[in-house]
């Protein structure tokens, strides 16, 4: 066996399952549905997931988009969309996301 730790991850792969049922979202999106369908973790480690599956192909990023608001920081956010990759594996059992309001 090599050395350091093995590529996969429970997160990254839940992260999976749930651009599987969105099909597209953003980084704090994703979050939301996460902590809502799977154990809680923070933002940050989502956003570790995600540059880290882009790197192995597993999600790819659509597009960043700014948009304009009333935020607490000021006028306007910057959102970058995932969308799964060539190399995600989504598990074909979902039924658990879609009972536990990911769609909403």
Known sequence: ????????????????QLLFV???????EIHKKYINAFPPCSREVIYYHLRKGVKLGEFIMLEQATEQGDYSWGK?????Y????????PQI?????YETNVQE
């Not at 306007?76 to 970058?80: G, L």
């Open 1 to 16: 066996m090599g050395r350091g730790r093995k590529p996969g991850s429970v997160i990254r792969q839940n992260i999976v």
């Open 22 to 28: 969105l099909k597209r979202a953003y980084g704090y």
């Open 76 to 80: 306007t956010v910057e959102k970058t």
């Open 82 to 89: 995932y969308s799964l990759g060539p190399n995600a594996l």
């Open 93 to 97: 059992n979902t039924a658990s996301l």
